[in-house]
């Protein structure tokens, strides 16, 4: 089992920033695939906005390139992710997502997981 905990929401006028962590633990997971996703106000939909493999290669949605930076510490099995030039629209829960593989156990297979999420208002 791996338990994520993300931190670093809160309250910013728009341009301001924010960074956003999420801390993975769990014994014996080897941790893969890490992402952020966004639930927007009113939505049932996560948007994926940005992800990073163990081997630190990047994707991020298009609405956030140029402002958000995704990075990682593999042996601290964290994420981050930096979000400057923040807008109104950029409102919504967060949610760390991490893949994780048990080897050496009887646990078979890619395992995913969510955290708890953490709010991010962006208001004047």
């Known amino acids: 089992q791996v338990q994520l905990v993300e931190s670093g929401g809160g309250l910013v006028q728009p341009g301001g920033s924010l960074r956003l962590a999420c801390t993975a633990s769990?014994?014996?997971?080897?941790?893969?695939?890490m992402s952020w996703l966004r639930q927007a106000p009113g939505k049932r939909r996560r948007e994926s906005i940005a992800s990073i493999t163990s081997g630190f290669v990047t994707e991020y949605a298009d609405s956030v390139k140029g402002r958000f930076t995704i990075s990682r510490d593999n042996a601290k099995n964290m994420v981050y992710l930096q979000m400057n030039n923040l807008h109104p629209d950029d409102t919504g829960v967060y949610y760390c997502n991490a893949d994780a593989q048990f080897p050496g156990t009887d646990k078979r297979g890619n395992y995913n997981y969510w955290g708890q999420g953490t709010q991010v208002t962006v208001s004047s």
């Open positions: 769990g014994s014996q997971a080897v941790i893969g695939l």
